[in-house]
């Protein structure tokens, strides 16, 4: 099983509309999450952390159960601009990073 | 520079070689990683540094694979004997070591590398 297993897409949605990324983790001790987005042929770059509490950044939301060992992403009123791959990243208790294999998005006008 | 830098961007070689690519990352920095990322697939750990700590080598998919990290700041990553499959952007990134903000990753762009 790998370490971090997200939703595979690839999603294609209309402007506006809202659309949710899933993503379970496999280590229990593991310490932060986040995610990160990366554009085609482009490095990756922070999105948001994502917080125990869950957390709002714009349109964007994140959520984490840990006793599920799951954490989401969702965004409201999708852009043609929200079009790349999201990756969910998760460190582990010795501070590795793990990333999972990304879920590409599409928004279409 | 401010952000993290890799080189070369783009390396050819030829089957059987020995390449070297090159990290320097964000100054103050201490901990420091290597991913690969082939055409269309996720981020693969390879290496990951912090301080004077022994590296977590647990990702490096063969012996041919090694890397360095030297005075704690710029880091190599080899490759001996080069093989079609280890074409793939090799990704270094780096973040401060703590909670919070402080695990975030900043990524350099990326050494593109093609074996012929």
């Known amino acids: 099983r790998k370490e971090v297993e997200q939703d595979p897409g690839p999603f294609n949605v209309p402007e506006g509309a809202t659309v949710a990324f899933n993503c379970t983790y496999s280590?229990?001790?593991?310490?932060?999450f986040f995610w990160y987005r990366q554009d085609c042929r482009k490095e990756p770059k922070l999105l948001m952390s994502?917080?125990?509490s869950g957390n709002e950044d714009g349109r964007f939301t994140a959520q984490l159960n840990r006793a599920s060992q799951y954490i989401s992403l969702l965004i409201r009123d999708s852009k043609l601009s929200d079009s790349a791959t999201y990756l969910c990243?998760?460190?582990?208790?010795?501070?590795?990073?793990?990333f999972g294999a990304g879920t590409r998005l599409t928004v279409k006008p | 520079g401010a952000g993290v830098s890799q080189s070369p961007s783009n390396k050819v070689t030829e089957k059987g070689k020995d390449v070297e690519l090159r990290c320097d990352p964000i100054?103050?920095?201490?901990?420091l990683y290597w991913y690969r990322q082939s055409l269309g697939q996720g981020l693969e750990f390879l290496i990951y540094?912090?301080?004077?700590?022994?590296?977590?080598k647990s990702g490096l998919p063969s012996d041919r694979f090694s890397a360095e990290r030297t005075g704690g700041s710029v880091s190599t990553l080899t490759i001996q004997r080069t093989q079609q499959e280890d074409s793939a952007v090799y990704l270094c990134?780096?973040?401060?070591?703590?909670?919070?903000?402080?695990?975030?990753?900043?990524f350099g762009a990326g050494t593109r590398l093609s074996v012929l």
């Open positions: 994502v917080y125990s």
């Open positions: 990134a780096s973040s401060l070591v703590g909670g919070g903000a402080k695990n975030i990753q900043y």
């Open positions: 280590n229990s001790a593991s310490q932060s």
């Open positions: 540094f912090q301080g004077n700590s022994a590296p977590d």
């Open positions: 990243v998760v460190k582990g208790e010795r501070g590795d990073m793990r």
């Open positions: 100054s103050g920095h201490t901990a």
